[in-house]
């Protein structure tokens, strides 16, 4: 699914009713059924509610709604903010249907004084202030509006977006003049915005409403966001061929676990194994032996000649993916012979946990980093890559952004809504996964599965999109039998081969 951005929503609006026609007035009454349906849905007739309409297009929504639900029997209030004495067209055109319309019980267009309506817990708002044309902060009399809104013990249903909260950047937005939604009715595809932590306050549940905008346009316009879905993934999946032997299904190589932290290379390489690699090789300190034989029987052991530490490059010939970082640990030697490793590895690496601490602490090394490598930080772990970020998601998603450009490699940026950015500036969203996955070891587990899947043949950004899918699907198959409070990172790889199976099904 692209997700576009506010001027490329403008021109899809453009661009439908120029080429299928339609008139912009009833592209706009077609939007105004679907989100009657969607709130008539949820409330009753017996609701009451107060429609707050501002003066461009999203009023012009608001009050072409409001007139629909009055028609079907809602007591309706409206309250129609024209204080410049200009209105778009079609919020005119609505204006003045909403004035006819003889079954609203009351219309007020605000030019100067504004006495606000009692707002109690049994009111319904439909907030149409403003849409995804806002560029800056809400101010003066709109800001006390939301203020005035958000300390109401009313639900709120936002028309696009919530008003105040910007399509995409909202870091220097002011926070408090945005409407805390219950409900966001989004038209035709999510917004970035909504895409982001930060945000998520403020959006509620978001539905998002198929207004019939132009699929011309959606196939032919690039996006720079998209959030992948289950038909982009399946396809995705490599056939097993039915002659084939441990030889063909490639040799994986992970290095990882200090002394004290050898759970984090038994999640990886469990996870490696589970997601279809022939062979699993692990390298790990000695005294992570035992360990290592006894919970993970499958994999070969190569042991670094440190009892605690990881303290010497390998050779990497025979591997088709390296995985490096987990469980590490920092010691100086480890650093040193870390950043030897990525500069010699000629295979696909993906680098994760402490391989990235150690990069943050020696930045230097990051020119050395080669194309096409695989970073999956938190956002802590971004931060410190990248610079300490203090303006929110936005600003963090860009920089993650940035850092892929600069690299020519690959950025899982990790949380809900996984963002991967490309070489080539562009980002795709996972929509898998849960919050029961944010327990100690399930990014252990991510690196694990995207080394198997480069080992099994998939190229870097089919192994990330892919694997990011696997990781998100096995937590939501997870939860339905431990809930989010009991997930562990084991749990993911126990799952994985019921994701898999699904996707093949």
Same mark, same amino acid.
């Given at each position: 699914m692209k997700i576009f951005t506010g001027a490329q929503i403008r021109e899809q609006d453009k661009y439908t009713m120029e080429h299928e026609p339609i008139r912009g007035i009833d592209l706009m009454e077609r939007a105004a059924k679907a989100i009657t349906f969607a709130i008539c849905s949820e409330w009753t007739?017996?609701?009451?509610?107060?429609?707050?309409?501002?003066?461009?297009?999203?009023?012009?929504?608001?009050?072409?709604?409001?007139?629909?639900?009055?028609?079907?029997?809602?007591?309706?209030?409206?309250?129609?903010?024209?204080?410049?004495?200009?209105?778009?067209?079609?919020?005119?055109?609505?204006?003045?249907?909403?004035?006819?319309?003889?079954?609203?019980?009351?219309?007020?267009?605000?030019?100067?004084?504004?006495? $606000?309506?009692?707002?109690?817990?049994?009111?319904?708002?439909?907030? !149409?202030?403003? %849409? #995804?044309? /806002?560029?800056?902060?809400?101010?003066?009399?709109?800001?006390?509006?939301?203020?005035?809104?958000?300390?109401?013990?009313?639900?709120?249903?936002?028309?696009?977006?919530?008003?105040?909260?910007?399509?995409?950047?909202?870091?220097?937005?002011?926070?408090?003049?945005?409407?805390?939604?219950?409900?966001?009715?989004?038209?035709?595809?999510?917004?970035?915005?909504?895409?982001?932590?930060?945000?998520?306050?403020y959006i509620g549940k978001v539905k998002v409403l198929d207004i019939r905008l132009s699929e011309d346009f959606t196939k032919k316009t690039d996006a720079p966001y998209y959030i992948q879905e289950e038909d982009d993934i399946r $396809?995705?999946?490599?056939?097993?061929?039915?002659?084939?032997?441990? !030889?063909?299904? %490639? #040799?994986? /190589?992970?290095?990882?676990?200090?002394?004290?932290?050898?759970?984090?290379?038994?999640?990886?390489?469990?996870?490696?194994?589970?997601?279809?690699?022939?062979?699993?090789?692990?390298?790990?300190?000695?005294?992570?032996?035992?360990?290592?034989?006894?919970?993970?029987?499958?994999?070969?052991?190569?042991?670094?000649?440190?009892?605690?530490?990881?303290?010497?490059?390998?050779?990497?010939?025979?591997?088709?993916?390296?995985?490096?970082?987990?469980?590490?640990?920092?010691?100086?030697?480890?650093?040193?012979?870390?950043?030897?490793?990525?500069?010699?590895?000629?295979?696909?690496?993906?680098?994760?946990?402490?391989?990235?601490?150690?990069?943050?602490?020696?930045?230097?090394?990051?020119?050395?980093?080669?194309?096409g490598i695989i970073l999956t930080p938190h956002p802590k772990e971004l931060d410190r890559l990248s610079g300490n970020t203090s303006n929110g998601c936005y600003e963090r998603l860009m920089k993650a952004r940035d850092l892929a450009e600069h690299l020519q490699g690959y950025i899982i940026l990790k949380g809900h809504f996984s963002a991967l950015c490309l070489p080539d500036g562009k980002i795709i969203f996972n929509p898998t996964g849960n919050s029961g996955m944010a327990t100690a070891g399930s990014g252990d587990v991510l690196t694990g599965i995207i080394c198997g899947l480069l080992a099994r043949g998939h190229k870097q950004k089919e192994a990330c999109q892919l694997g990011m899918y696997l990781h998100g699907m096995a937590g939501d198959l997870a939860i339905k039998e431990t809930g989010k409070e009991s997930l562990i990172a084991s749990d993911l790889i126990d799952y994985l081969p019921q994701a898999f199976k699904r996707l093949n099904d």
């Amino acid at each position: 699914m692209k997700i576009f951005t506010g001027a490329q929503i403008r021109e899809q609006d453009k661009y439908t009713m120029e080429h299928e026609p339609i008139r912009g007035i009833d592209l706009m009454e077609r939007a105004a059924k679907a989100i009657t349906f969607a709130i008539c849905s949820e409330w009753t007739r017996q609701t009451p509610v107060i429609v707050f309409a501002g003066p461009g297009n999203n009023g012009g929504d608001a009050l072409a709604v409001a007139r629909q639900m009055a028609e079907q029997g809602y007591k309706v209030c409206v309250y129609l903010f024209n204080i410049h004495d200009r209105l778009s067209e079609d919020c005119e055109i609505n204006r003045q249907r909403l004035i006819d319309n003889k079954k609203i019980s009351v219309f007020k267009e605000i030019k100067v004084d504004f006495d $606000p309506p009692k707002l109690d817990a049994s009111t319904l708002v439909v907030d !149409g202030l403003s %849409g #995804s044309g /806002l560029n800056k902060p809400l101010a003066g009399g709109f800001a006390s509006l939301v203020k005035y809104i958000n300390q109401s013990p009313s639900k709120v249903v936002s028309i696009d977006l919530p008003s105040g909260l910007m399509t995409e950047d909202n870091t220097y937005n002011i926070r408090a003049n945005i409407i805390r939604a219950d409900l966001t009715l989004t038209l035709q595809q999510k917004k970035l915005a909504m895409l982001l932590a930060d945000n998520q306050a403020y959006i509620g549940k978001v539905k998002v409403l198929d207004i019939r905008l132009s699929e011309d346009f959606t196939k032919k316009t690039d996006a720079p966001y998209y959030i992948q879905e289950e038909d982009d993934i399946r $396809p995705m999946l490599m056939p097993r061929d039915d002659f084939a032997h441990k !030889g063909t299904m %490639g #040799s994986a /190589l992970i290095i990882a676990g200090s002394y004290g932290m050898s759970g984090a290379s038994v999640l990886a390489t469990r996870a490696c194994l589970r997601s279809g690699a022939g062979k699993a090789t692990v390298h790990t300190p000695k005294k992570n032996y035992g360990i290592m034989q006894i919970t993970v029987p499958e994999a070969v052991m190569q042991m670094d000649r440190e009892e605690t530490y990881f303290s010497e490059p390998v050779d990497t010939d025979d591997f088709d993916a390296l995985a490096i970082g987990p469980g590490l640990g920092h010691h100086e030697n480890t650093a040193i012979a870390m950043i030897a490793q990525l500069r010699r590895t000629q295979c696909p690496i993906v680098a994760d946990a402490d391989a990235l601490n150690i990069l943050s602490n020696h930045r230097a090394w990051m020119q050395q980093l080669p194309k096409g490598i695989i970073l999956t930080p938190h956002p802590k772990e971004l931060d410190r890559l990248s610079g300490n970020t203090s303006n929110g998601c936005y600003e963090r998603l860009m920089k993650a952004r940035d850092l892929a450009e600069h690299l020519q490699g690959y950025i899982i940026l990790k949380g809900h809504f996984s963002a991967l950015c490309l070489p080539d500036g562009k980002i795709i969203f996972n929509p898998t996964g849960n919050s029961g996955m944010a327990t100690a070891g399930s990014g252990d587990v991510l690196t694990g599965i995207i080394c198997g899947l480069l080992a099994r043949g998939h190229k870097q950004k089919e192994a990330c999109q892919l694997g990011m899918y696997l990781h998100g699907m096995a937590g939501d198959l997870a939860i339905k039998e431990t809930g989010k409070e009991s997930l562990i990172a084991s749990d993911l790889i126990d799952y994985l081969p019921q994701a898999f199976k699904r996707l093949n099904d």
